[in-house]
């Protein structure tokens, strides 16, 4: 088999040149790639960070307990930050990066046990964020600070009504009322032996390990930049210590990290300027558009057989769908823009030729009428070829913020050429020079060549004048025959709606069937 890399092929809005990144139907082949290793090619040096922290854990910087506190001191000392300032970060991180892993619907009830220092502000800061994200924290506070900052966030999660126990309100067994355990007792400033009553805490997170087999499920345990009682550089000494299932480390991962084994690594404080990074030298991921947490470390191996999420979404009441199922589609559409969901006009177009072969790729809708639905592309592509010997297509959307999936199945002809040249010429002119560069489907002899005929393009058109539309490029529209509505339910039983043809009095119209059926994973 012969390898060849994909890149496509589109003009950044914000650079005067061109860039590649993955961007919908309008793909080039490169020739085959001479080294044995597949060559990885990124838009952004960021994107190429992330790919070597998540592949290489020693990438990524570790730091000593000396110069964790160097760089605290750095922080609220001369570049200004405030305590709370970065408390409030720091718990952030936490909460954000618990929401990535652990999804309320399965991982509800979080017992955030917080120290009397700064890590327990942090974890009082992640409990109140959590409780914005729809999770029902509650939090062991053994021994509370009386400083107002610590004051103030206690009265901040007590006007939210989350619970605070105290340590004999606490199950001996903590499986049974929690699916999330925050560990925030102790950071990376804790020296000695933890005393009571953190030492009882930290020992029944430890138990939980050694009771794991008479529990279908026990809770997690997220420790914040530490797990509490090991070493700051030396890690779990004897190997009796809590051996948490995430460690969000926060601004730089400490030493002892490197000794962490869990699924789950993640940095977090987002607050890291160059002066700091130059002068300890450290390498730090990228944090993605955004977020306040990077996982970093290797990923986790996951079975794939376990992947499964259970829908929680309204009723799809077959009385509350519209006749049309135009109408029924735009009024789901509408509902994916509002819920301000990537790329809600992404749509999956599956042809397939003479042959019967089917092949799919994403494009993007850019109108739907009463005729149809219509997307643009190459028409030396491998889609168009396809479409030339077999003019039908499905195409699929799905919004996973909203649990819904629309499919529809029906007869592609072209637009007319007056509607591709308005199109074409409404779109930006980096992407009108961008298609008559591109030829989809054909092998080109590297990357360098493109650009080269972008650049040439670029200057041919400086002054303003117009971009004449290539006839290789125009758009398709597809007349549906079949629609079928889907909204994922609890338990598999998923919602069903689907508008097929029947004849009513001699007119052949799309009847809407509803189908409540049951998906066995």
């Not at 030298?281 to 290797?298: A, D, E």
């Amino acid at each position: 088999m012969t390898c060849f890399l994909l890149p496509y092929y589109h003009k950044s809005p914000s650079t005067t040149k061109p860039i590649f990144t993955p961007h919908y139907s309008s793909s080039v082949f490169l020739r085959p790639v001479s080294s044995p290793a597949v060559r990885a090619f990124c838009s952004k040096a960021g994107a190429m960070s992330s790919l070597l922290s998540l592949q290489n854990p020693d990438y990524v910087s570790f730091i000593k307990q000396r110069e964790a506190a160097e760089i605290d001191e750095t922080l609220m000392g001369p570049l200004g930050f405030s305590v709370d300032q970065l408390m409030e970060l720091a718990g952030l991180s936490v909460a954000t990066s618990i929401a990535e892993v652990y999804k309320r619907t399965e991982y509800s009830r979080v017992l955030a046990i917080c120290g009397p220092g700064n890590n327990g502000g942090d974890g009082l800061v992640a409990a109140r964020h959590l409780h914005h994200f729809g999770y029902k924290p509650f939090v062991c506070y053994p021994k509370r600070t009386l400083k107002p900052l610590y004051s103030g966030l206690i009265t901040q999660l007590e006007s939210l009504s989350v619970p605070f126990l105290s340590t004999e309100d606490l199950p001996l067994d903590l499986s049974k009322d929690f699916d999330i355990l925050v560990d925030a007792m102790f950071g990376f400033s804790f020296h000695g032996t933890p005393r009571p009553p953190f030492d009882d805490l930290i020992q029944r997170l430890v138990c939980l390990h050694s009771n794991d087999q008479t529990h279908q499920k026990r809770p997690v345990i997220v420790s914040i930049d530490i797990p509490s009682g090991w070493h700051v550089e030396e890690g779990d000494i004897g190997g009796e210590g809590i051996k948490p299932d995430m460690l969000v480390s926060l601004t730089a991962p400490k030493l002892c990290a490197k000794k962490f084994c869990g699924s789950h690594h993640f940095l977090g404080g987002r607050f890291v300027p160059p002066v700091i990074a130059d002068k300890y030298k450290l390498h730090l991921p990228p944090y993605p558009g955004t977020s306040m947490c990077v996982r970093i470390g290797k990923p986790p191996q996951v079975d794939i057989s376990t992947l499964r999420e259970n829908y929680i979404s309204p009723e799809f009441l077959e009385e509350q769908v519209e006749s049309d199922p135009i109408d029924q589609f735009r009024k789901w559409f509408d509902d994916a823009m509002a819920a301000d969901l990537r790329e809600p006009n992404a749509m999956a177009l599956s042809t397939a030729g003479k042959d019967g072969k089917l092949s799919s790729r994403m494009v993007l809708l850019k109108g739907v009428d009463k005729d149809g639905f219509v997307w643009y592309t190459n028409y030396e592509s491998r889609k168009a070829r396809e479409l030339s010997e077999n003019p039908y297509a499905s195409l699929l959307f799905y919004w996973e913020g909203l649990n819904r999936q629309v499919r529809i199945e029906g007869s592609v002809q072209k637009v007319s050429d007056e509607e591709s040249e308005q199109y074409f010429h409404s779109r930006p002119r980096g992407s009108q020079i961008g298609a008559i560069v591109s030829k989809q489907s054909s092998v080109v002899p590297g990357r360098h060549v493109l650009y080269q005929q972008y650049k040439e393009l670029e200057e041919k058109f400086s002054d303003g004048s117009l971009i004449p539309k290539p006839a290789h490029w125009g758009g398709y529209r597809l007349k549906p025959k079949l629609f079928e509505f889907w909204q994922g339910q609890q338990s598999r039983l998923h919602d069903r709606l689907q508008y097929s043809p029947q004849e009513i009095d001699g007119k052949l119209l799309l009847h809407c069937e509803f189908r409540h059926s049951r998906e066995v994973q």
